[in-house]
């Protein structure tokens, strides 16, 4: 297909609380750092930009004024317009969003195939994600808005996403594009394994490819739209499909799964983000992510992730074992309604941590999830450089 004609619609807005504190209200996930040089939103632009978008074909939506100046940051410098970076009341949604962006791209070309996608996902764009967005590509152009789904093999993540459901052909032979029977979001894990075990199924990404025309013929009321209100409208009004690839798709909803996608160090399997200082010490499998002007000292940290980061002028601090890692959302929605947690060591299934009281101490904010024995100690130096150490007892 013509790429010329393919727009790429952006949806950034959303809170940040399942990264907390690495994300947070002012800095959702989305404009958070994959690695030291380009964050989610960055990655994302640059993946369809490699497919083939214009960056001035590019389209993002963002839902505050923080967002709007975040996105102008990380966005402009790769070529996106700045007036095709659009602020929308948050009422709208992820499916509201998506309509909107498709009113705002009519308005410059009436031609328009707009693949929608999130800006918080981490996609290996390999020869089937190509040839997956390919398919939905043509699919679209026919008329008929297209899903992108994947095939996941893993039983963590099959429970924790969504599914488009179709019928599985009888010879088992894969194809590139079914007709949507319908969905389930978040199966049990008996119904994930037969789903897994008939192929009749696919982890709904998110990611969506429609007509510029199939979408605002339908008619749909932007504001107050869930998404799936928005599928049951597409499937009144056209032949809704859901293109299968098996590219590397994952979701970043946790701290343990923005562990498992960043560069290791060899031996240990330690990651470290942020441009902050970091040393470590008989540190394993662990996640470290510390902000400029602060250096982080762990020791015998293992299977866990410390993440430091400013909010609200005050250092704050998790210490989250990876497996444990879907609780920070609790972490984080504490923080929000107070603005500090309860407690100086406010915490979700820990026990026995020990914040060592000095005069900087009283500044920062420290929780805990699921974590034992811990040792938190920070110092400010009189060069104003701030020191952090974190140890097992």
């Known amino acids: 297909m013509e790429k010329g004609k393919v727009w790429t619609a952006i949806i950034a807005g959303g809170q940040g609380t399942r990264l907390f504190p690495l994300s947070h209200d002012e800095c959702p996930k989305q404009f958070c750092h994959i690695d ?5 939103i960055q990655a994302t632009i640059k993946r369809f930009c490699d497919f083939g978008v214009k960056p001035r074909r590019v389209v993002v939506i963002v839902t505050n004024d923080n967002q709007l100046d975040l996105a102008k940051e990380q966005c402009m410098p790769l070529g996106v317009i700045s007036e095709n970076i659009l602020k929308i009341d948050p009422n709208y949604g992820y499916a509201g969003a998506m309509v909107k962006a498709a009113e705002f791209i009519k308005a410059l070309d ?17 020869e089937s994600f190509v040839e997956t967005i390919n398919n939905a590509l043509d699919s679209a152009r026919a008329g008929n808005p297209t ?9 963590v993540t099959f429970t924790g996403c969504g599914h488009a459901l179709y019928d599985a052909p009888e010879d088992d032979e894969e194809l590139p594009i079914y007709d949507v029977k319908g969905f389930i979001e978040k199966p049990e894990k008996d119904v994930a394994l037969a789903l897994m075990r008939e192929n009749s199924s696919a982890c709904n990404t998110g990611i969506n490819v429609w007509d510029i025309h199939t979408i605002l013929s339908a008619h749909i009321e932007a504001k107050g739209l869930g ?3 928005l599928m049951k409208a597409l499937r009144l009004y056209a032949d809704l499909k859901v293109a299968v690839g098996t590219f590397p798709w994952f979701d970043c909803g946790t701290l343990k799964s923005l562990f498992d996608i960043s560069a290791k160090t060899p031996n240990h399997k330690n990651a470290n983000l942020g441009k902050g200082a970091i040393e470590r010490t008989d540190c394993r499998r662990s996640l470290f992510y510390t902000i400029e002007g602060v250096t982080l000292r762990v020791t015998n940290i293992k299977d866990a992730a410390v993440i430091i980061n400013n909010i609200d002028d005050r250092i704050v601090i998790a210490i989250v074992k990876l497996s444990d890692s879907q609780k920070v959302k609790q972490l984080a929605e504490n923080y929000k309604e107070h603005k500090e947690f309860l407690v100086d060591d406010f915490s979700f299934g820990a026990r026995n941590n020990v914040i060592m009281r000095t005069d900087y101490s009283k500044e920062i904010r420290v929780g805990f999830v699921g974590v034992d024995n811990y040792i938190v100690y920070s110092h400010k130096h009189r060069t104003g450089e701030i020191e952090i150490a974190i140890s097992e007892q």
């Open 110 to 126: 009436e031609e328009a195939i707009i693949i929608n996608t999130p800006a918080d996902q981490f996609i290996e764009p390999d």
């Open 36 to 40: 030291k040089n380009r964050t989610f």
């Open 227 to 229: 998404t799936d209100d």
């Open 147 to 155: 899903i992108i789904g994947v095939k996941v093999s893993d039983l």
